[in-house]
């Protein structure tokens, strides 16, 4: 196996908490990768980009930019493919590695921000056949999704909510932070306008992905906390205890039952 890591020299500086907040998410996420959930999105992955002609001859590379744990890169790996992973979070890289390691799978792994400096510092131009991104917070600067374009020869994918709706995790953001005002709608729109200018044969499939989860209520504390938790809020613990005191009265024998509706977006072009 050769699943290096490469932390690139970029400044950090202004990402430090962004890093942190990823960082303290990276075991859950690591837990999450055998989940029968996850393994199901990681199989529509594959599906879909089959079906799509998106995916070259088995043998060629891929990038994957903001992997965290590299699900979707593991899954291509595993098909043939010489996959390479980019994330922020070191804590996120070292689990992909943990991952990759243990399944016996090749993964190239890079530590940075994502960026068209990032980029340019690692000499990534047009050097894969198939650049993708999921849900990754920093594609909706386009500049970003450039950069991701400017890395492939072939083709791109970016898969990103369009709408998001979770009972939950707005009403905590909401006691937290103020009403999130995040415009989804406005971002996707302004996203696709450049990749419609950028690329060539755009496709957009929209897919509305409700989910209903059940846990208990300690379990409902330690994963809003992971959700939500940055360091400008204050600490782990203190947050823990507000977010337990609002939660509790919603449960139901000790569970709290949570839902969720997502609108998200899957785009499709090619950079030839």
Same mark, same amino acid.
């Given at each position: @196996?050769?699943?290096?890591?490469?932390?690139?020299?970029?400044?950090?500086?202004?990402?430090?908490?962004?890093?942190?907040?990823?960082?303290?998410?990276?075991?859950?996420?690591?837990? %999450?990768?055998?989940?029968?959930?996850?393994?199901?999105?990681?199989?529509?992955?594959?599906?879909?980009?089959?079906?799509?002609? %998106? /995916? #070259?001859?088995?043998?060629?590379?891929? %990038?994957?930019?903001?992997?965290?744990?590299? +699900?979707?890169?593991?899954?291509?790996?595993?098909?043939?493919?010489?996959?390479?992973?980019?994330?922020?979070?070191?804590?996120?890289?070292?689990?992909?590695?943990?991952?990759?390691? =243990?399944?016996?799978?090749?993964?190239?792994?890079?530590?940075? #921000?994502?960026?068209?400096?990032? =980029?340019?510092? /690692?000499?990534? +131009?047009?050097?894969?056949?198939?650049?993708?991104?999921?849900?990754?917070?920093?594609?909706?600067?386009?500049?970003? *999704?450039?950069?991701?374009? +400017?890395?492939?020869?072939?083709?791109?994918?970016?898969?990103?909510?369009?709408?998001?709706?979770?009972?939950?995790?707005?009403?905590?953001?909401?006691?937290?932070?103020? =009403?999130?005002?995040?415009?989804?709608?406005?971002?996707?729109?302004?996203? %696709?306008?450049? *990749?419609?200018?950028?690329?060539?044969?755009?496709?957009?499939?929209?897919?509305?992905? #409700?989910?209903?989860?059940?846990?208990?209520?300690?379990?409902?504390?330690?994963?809003?906390?992971? =959700?939500?938790?940055?360091?400008?809020?204050?600490? @782990? +613990?203190? @947050?823990?205890?507000?977010?337990?005191?609002?939660?509790? #009265?919603?449960?139901?024998?000790?569970?709290?039952?949570?839902?969720?509706?997502?609108?998200?977006?899957?785009?499709?072009?090619?950079?030839?």
């Amino acid at each position: @196996m050769n699943n290096t890591i490469q932390e690139v020299s970029v400044d950090l500086e202004d990402w430090r908490d962004e890093q942190d907040a990823w960082n303290n998410r990276s075991t859950f996420f690591v837990e %999450l990768h055998n989940r029968e959930d996850r393994k199901a999105q990681v199989t529509n992955f594959i599906s879909f980009v089959k079906e799509e002609n %998106l /995916l #070259p001859l088995a043998g060629a590379s891929v %990038l994957d930019v903001g992997c965290g744990v590299c +699900d979707y890169a593991l899954g291509l790996a595993r098909e043939g493919y010489k996959a390479t992973g980019i994330d922020l979070s070191d804590g996120m890289i070292r689990g992909a590695k943990q991952l990759a390691d =243990r399944e016996g799978l090749d993964v190239s792994l890079y530590i940075a #921000p994502w960026s068209d400096e990032t =980029r340019i510092k /690692l000499k990534w +131009d047009k050097t894969f056949d198939f650049a993708y991104s999921f849900f990754c917070p920093v594609m909706y600067d386009v500049d970003n *999704i450039r950069a991701m374009h +400017d890395t492939s020869r072939n083709t791109c994918l970016w898969v990103a909510f369009s709408e998001r709706h979770d009972e939950i995790v707005d009403m905590l953001s909401d006691h937290f932070f103020g =009403r999130d005002a995040f415009p989804w709608h406005d971002k996707m729109e302004e996203s %696709l306008a450049a *990749i419609h200018e950028m690329g060539h044969n755009v496709k957009v499939t929209y897919k509305t992905v #409700p989910e209903t989860e059940v846990m208990s209520l300690d379990k409902a504390v330690e994963y809003f906390t992971m =959700r939500l938790h940055n360091n400008e809020w204050g600490t @782990m +613990d203190a @947050m823990k205890e507000e977010i337990r005191n609002l939660i509790e #009265p919603l449960a139901v024998n000790d569970e709290i039952t949570n839902r969720t509706v997502d609108k998200v977006a899957w785009v499709t072009w090619s950079v030839k």
